[in-house]
Each structure stands twice: as C-alpha cells, then as structure tokens.
Nanobody
Framework: QVQLVESGGGLVQAGGSLRLSCAAS????????MGWYRQAPGKQRELVAT???????NYADSVKGRFTISRDNAKNTVYLQMNSLKPEETAVYYC?????????????????WGQGTQVTVSS
C-alpha cells in the first residue's frame, strides 16, 4: 500500500504565507512526478504546481512568482511554499504523486492522491 499524507494547511490572512508538506510512504519503488492541486468550493480541481523527478518545475500562471514547489527525494516528500496568499486561493489543497510500487506489490505505476489539507485565506 501507498499513502500520501499532507500537512501545513490552516487559516492565514491575505498576504500571508503557508508551507504545505506531503510525505509518501509504503511499498514504494520509485516516485516520478509530484505535484499540488487545489479545489475551491463549487469549482473543479486545478493544477497548482508540479515537479518531475529533477529540477524542472511547472506552475499555474496565477501562482507564478508567489508559490515555490520543491521535493526531498530522500524523504519522499514534496513541499509547497505559498507567499502573498489571496482570499480566492481558499481551497482544499491535494498532493499528487506518480508512484511505482515495489516488486512485491507488483511494480505497478499509478497516480496517488492525498486526503487534502484545507487552506483558508481571510480578507
């Protein structure tokens, strides 16, 4: 089994900062891309940022220059540093990772999602 566990969400005032973390654990052989998505009430889930297995990063246009995604491969963890937060960015933030399970678990590659962490930005 594989699990993604997010942490770091909470309530912050507009203009403030939060740092999200997502740790993958379980029968992992390798992790390819990792990323963050968010879903606001009544809206579809949208991409925030992704980081493939390397130094390349991708961001939604709306967060460029304010959010930074990074990963620690030794800890199977991805981070999202969010600065200058806006009220419209209130949402549940989800971690995503493309993981290949261990040979004992069939060496299956698939996408996994965390349970989500609430980020609320007050005006």
């Amino acid at each position: 089994q594989v699990q993604l566990v997010e942490s770091g969400g909470g309530l912050v005032q507009a203009g403030g900062s939060l740092r999200l973390s997502c740790a993958a654990s379980g029968s992992i052989f390798s992790i390819n891309a990792m990323g963050w998505y968010r879903q606001a009430p009544g809206k579809q889930r949208e991409l925030v940022a992704t980081i493939p297995n390397g130094s390349v990063t991708n961001y939604a246009d709306s967060v460029k220059g304010r959010f930074t995604i990074s990963r620690d491969n030794a800890k199977n963890t991805v981070y999202l540093q969010m600065n200058s937060l806006k009220p419209e960015e209130t949402a549940v933030y989800y971690c995503n990772a493309r993981i290949t399970t261990s040979p004992a678990m069939g060496s299956i590659m698939r996408n996994y999602w965390g349970q989500g962490t609430q980020v609320t930005v007050s005006s």
